[in-house]
Structures are given as C-alpha cells and as structure tokens.
C-alpha cells in the first residue's frame, strides 16, 4: 500500500522559513517522479516544484523560482521542500504527489500524478 506523508507546515511570518517533508512508504522513491502542489482556499491546486526521476532534475514554478528547493533522500524515502522568503501569498496546504510514469510535460498538473498525502498547512501572516 503505497502512502505519502506529509510535515513542516505551520504558521510564520513573511519572510521566514519552513521546510517541509514527503515521506514515502510503500514504494520504492528513486523510481517516482515526486511534486509538490498547493491550494489556497477557494482556488485551484497549483504546481510548486517537481523533483523527476531517475533524471534527477528539478523544476519549479515562476512564483517560487529562487525561494523553494525541491530535494530528495532516496535512503529516507523522503523528499523535502524548503521555502525561504515565505509570503502572505505563499499561504495553502501543501500537497505532495507522485507517480512513477510522468513524462516532462505533465508534471505540472495534478490530475497527472497517481499517488497523494493528505496535505500539511502552511500559513504565512504579513
């Protein structure tokens, strides 16, 4: 049974830090392709970050570029996602997603990813 686990939310101040953690049980984490995506009330999901496999290649949205990094501990099954320069704007709960199939165009769309956490808020307050 594969189950993504979700940390490292929490309420901030703009400006602040926060990293947050996927942990991945139930499959093996060097074969999947692992996003993470964020909604904010009354919006859509969005794409944040993506870390492929086994490229190894990471990629990210225009709005997070420069403040997020997207990484990952195959040995921990973990993949991290550390936000600095937090924003009232960066407020949603954070998803992480993975599928093991995704070619490069489709990491940007949630409907594309098999596999799902249960999400973990992050509030960032001005």
């Known amino acids: 049974q594969v189950q993504l686990v979700e940390s490292g939310g929490g309420s901030v101040q703009a400006g602040d830090s926060l990293t947050l953690a996927c942990t991945a049980s139930?499959?093996?984490?060097?074969?999947?392709?692992i996003g993470w995506f964020r909604q904010a009330p009354g919006k859509e999901r969005e794409f944040v970050a993506a870390?492929?496999?086994?490229?190894?290649?990471?990629h990210y949205a225009d709005s997070v570029k420069g403040r997020f990094t997207i990484s990952r501990d195959n040995a921990k099954n973990t993949v991290y996602l550390q936000m600095n320069s937090l924003k009232p704007d960066d407020t949603a709960v954070y998803y992480c997603?993975?599928?093991?199939?995704?070619?490069?165009?489709?990491?940007?769309?949630?409907?594309?990813?098999?596999?799902w956490g249960q999400g973990t808020q992050v509030t960032v307050s001005s």
């Open positions: 997603a993975g599928d093991a199939r995704l070619i490069l165009s489709s990491i940007y769309s949630h409907v594309n990813y098999d596999y």
């Open positions: 139930g499959l093996t984490l060097s074969r999947y392709t």
């Open positions: 870390s492929r496999s086994p490229s190894r290649t990471t």
